[in-house]
Every structure is written in structure tokens, then in C-alpha cells.
């Protein structure tokens, strides 16, 4: 397993379940419940993808700021950052940055930023942007991405096991990294991990998208739930392994 990458690991789910879910969404305080299957997640990675490297010409060597909470729309991110080659960083310090409306402060000095509308209370408001309201100096990611090219097929997969991918991990590290805590999390082959940590550090990415990932598995995120809740989309979303 060490000799894959987290993306070519994507890359297989794409090809042999594109139709199974790989990430459930829940919103408690808003109702909202958005899920993504790998086929559609594949396009919106791979118009990521195109954003960083036609538009943006970032590749291997390339750095990004991902400061994005727990949310549907932030796994695209992170996997399309992976496919164009960048490594990812929650330094200020990176080539381009993708952040929330909480979080724009946070790559002040980047030169390309990018805005995602995680806050909205509407049903799958971030897929629809800011409509023009994004924070002063960022750009809107929905209005760059919606252009680009979403077929899985033009997306190339530059970086290599021994390349950068987080900090002080390269992606073949990480994929092992992330095969370890899906052992101490006690994910098998196909599990499904329901997770209501909110996203904070490279770390947090690990566990609650590289582990479902590499374990060919899926991920249910539940924010603002109590215990009740969680317990019933525990049973509800048959999830085999759970992260809090």
C-alpha cells in the first residue's frame, strides 16, 4: 500500500464504486443533509484540479492553505489539491488558499484566494457560492470551479509516493499513516466512518478523509448534534467506526 498516493487511491474508487456514497453531510442545526457519490465527487475534484493547474499553473512543488471546516464541499477540495500535486498546509506561507468566511484573515499575503460559503444556513448553499458577497480580498471558489472542466478522464496525477502531501508526510507516508488509524479506529475494508470532529489541523484530514479513503470506505459528517442524534445516524447511516 506504501506505493500509492492518496489521489490514485481516488482514482480506483472512480474507476470500481463511482456509484457508492463517499460523503454524507449533516447540518443538526440547519436540517440540511447533502451526500456525494464518488462519481460526483470525481467532478468536482477534477474541476479543482483544472482551477490549480490550467488556470492557476500550480503543480508538485506547489502549496496550499486548506483552513475549511468539517463540510461536504471541503473534501473536494482537499482531494483536488491532491490530484494537481500540491501538498497541503495550514500555513499562511502557500501558493493558494481555499477558506471560509471565518477564515479569510488566515491568508492574508496569498495571492490567490478562494472563499467557500460553509456558514450559510440554506440546503447546499456552498454549492451555490457567495452570489457576490464573498469576503473582501477572496475569490468565490463555486463561481472559478463552475467553469472548468469536469471530466474524471483529463485529470492528471503528477505527484509520486515520495512528494510532499502534508506536513512532514509525503503521500505515500500518509497513505500509511492513514491505514494505522484506520486500524486503531477499527475501520475495515469498506467501513464507514461517522465523524463529528471539526476540522483543525492536517491531522484532522487523516483521520476523517484520508482513513474512509485509502480503506475504499465512506464518510458521514454530523455537526451540531448531541449524543441522541448521533446515535441514530450511527444506526441510520450504518456506520461501522465512529470519530469524535
Not at 473582501?136 to 485529470?155: E, K, L, M, N
Not at 509525503?170 to 492513514?178: C, K, N, Q, S
Not at 475504499?216 to 444506526?235: P, Y
Request: hydrophobic fraction near 45%.
Amino acid at each position: 500500500m506504501h506505493q500509492l498516493t492518496p489521489e490514485r487511491r481516488f482514482a480506483e474508487l472512480v474507476a470500481t464504486e463511482g456509484s457508492r456514497p463517499f460523503v454524507t453531510y449533516y447540518n443538526e442545526a440547519t436540517g440540511e443533509r447533502s451526500e456525494l457519490s464518488v462519481r460526483s465527487l470525481a467532478n468536482w475534484v477534477a474541476k479543482t484540479h483544472h482551477l490549480l493547474t490550467d488556470e492557476l499553473g500550480l503543480g508538485v512543488g506547489s502549496t496550499a492553505l486548506v483552513a475549511l471546516p468539517a463540510h461536504w464541499i471541503s473534501v473536494p477540495i482537499l482531494l483536488g489539491c491532491l490530484t494537481a500535486g500540491l501538498a497541503l498546509t495550514d500555513e499562511p506561507d502557500a501558493d493558494v488558499a481555499f477558506v471560509s468566511e471565518h477564515t479569510a484573515p488566515d491568508a492574508a499575503g496569498v495571492l490567490d484566494v478562494y472563499a467557500v460559503a460553509t456558514a450559510s444556513v440554506a440546503p447546499m448553499a456552498a454549492a451555490q457560492g457567495f452570489r457576490g458577497a464573498e469576503p473582501a480580498d477572496t475569490q468565490d471558489y463555486v463561481v472559478a470551479v463552475r467553469p472548468q472542466g469536469d471530466a474524471w478522464a483529463g485529470v492528471a496525477m503528477p505527484a509520486g509516493p515520495d512528494d510532499p502531501c502534508l506536513p512532514g508526510l509525503a503521500r505515500g507516508a500518509a497513505v500509511d499513516a492513514a491505514a494505522a488509524r484506520a486500524d486503531e479506529l477499527g475501520l475495515a475494508d469498506g467501513g464507514r466512518l461517522l465523524s463529528t470532529r471539526d476540522w483543525t489541523s492536517p491531522a484532522d484530514w487523516v483521520d476523517a478523509v484520508l482513513t474512509p479513503l485509502v480503506v475504499g470506505g465512506s464518510l458521514v459528517i454530523v455537526r451540531n448534534a448531541g449524543d441522541d442524534v448521533i446515535d441514530r445516524r450511527v444506526q441510520q447511516e450504518r456506520a461501522t467506526a465512529l470519530l469524535r
